[in-house]
């Protein structure tokens, strides 16, 4: 379904990344892991149009879409949740959620779509009317992960999601994540939880100075000696 070959992206002289070559097939769960710095987030960012090129290319059920702008890539199925969230903190969690319904599939489904965030994320349904900026950072990522979820993904991109939250909140985070998941929606997750992450995912790519360094099963590279003394501290 995404399928990305040799792709490189420069931050102008110096490159980011060098030649990744990684797919996400329909409905599957796959993580990114890697320390800081290694390029997880460029590589997101590549995905959906937000870095442009260098080299290589990025396919989307057998079509080239590299260096699509981010909206014609959210109307052929892809989203993204965004690393510390982005929400427009002095509108509304309705307004908010309502953004990620733009394109004309998406608006037609949109009561549809807002029930169902709803009912992934009960607190939401009671803050619809508050400003987005009132929320605890918990309920921020929710908003976030549900207003991508309003543009009808088929592939949904999560950069970081537990990021600066609670153990309980990243407990009810990665539950939906996988909940999402079994329910038909392909998952690329971008995660510093690295423990978290190879528990959820089928397979997982781990980068490393802007390199796929390993891939494979999430399983089989959790009991690698070389993963987990250096991420897993074992």
């Known amino acids: ?26 409905g599957e769960l796959v993580s990114v892991i890697g320390p800081n710095g290694a390029g997880k987030t460029t590589l997101i960012h590549a995905i959906m149009g937000l870095n442009r090129l260098s080299g290589g ?18 109307q052929r199925g892809m989203a993204l949740v965004p690393e510390s969230r982005r929400l427009f903190t002095g509108m ?17 489904r949109r009561a549809e779509s807002l029930e169902r965030v709803c009912e992934l994320f009960p ?20 908003v976030a992960i549900g207003r991508a979820l309003m543009a009808l993904p088929r592939v949904l991109l999560l ?10 909140i990243v407990s009810d985070m ?15 997750l971008v995660e510093q939880n690295v423990s978290r992450a190879l528990a959820i995912s089928s397979r997982t790519y781990v980068l490393e100075n802007g390199r796929v360094i390993a891939e494979g099963d999430s399983d089989e590279l959790a009991n690698r000696p070389e993963i987990r003394k250096a991420y897993l501290g074992l």
């Open 57 to 74: 290319t990025v396919t989307w059920d057998g079509e080239i879409v590299s260096n699509l702008p981010p909206n014609q890539l959210c």
């Open 159 to 168: 950069d970081e999601p537990s990021l600066g939250l609670a153990p309980a």
């Open 174 to 188: 990665f539950r939906v994540i996988q909940t999402i998941h079994q329910e038909g929606t392909a998952v690329m």
């Open 92 to 108: 509304t969690v309705r307004e908010n959620l309502e953004l990620g319904a733009m394109h004309p599939a998406a608006k037609k």
């Open 123 to 142: 607190a939401v349904r009671q803050k619809l009317s508050q400003a987005s900026g009132t929320l605890s950072g918990g309920q921020q990522q929710m």
């Open 1 to 26: 379904m995404l399928q990305l070959q040799n792709v490189r992206v420069n931050y102008g002289a110096a490159p980011a990344l060098w030649g990744v070559d990684l797919d996400v097939r329909a």
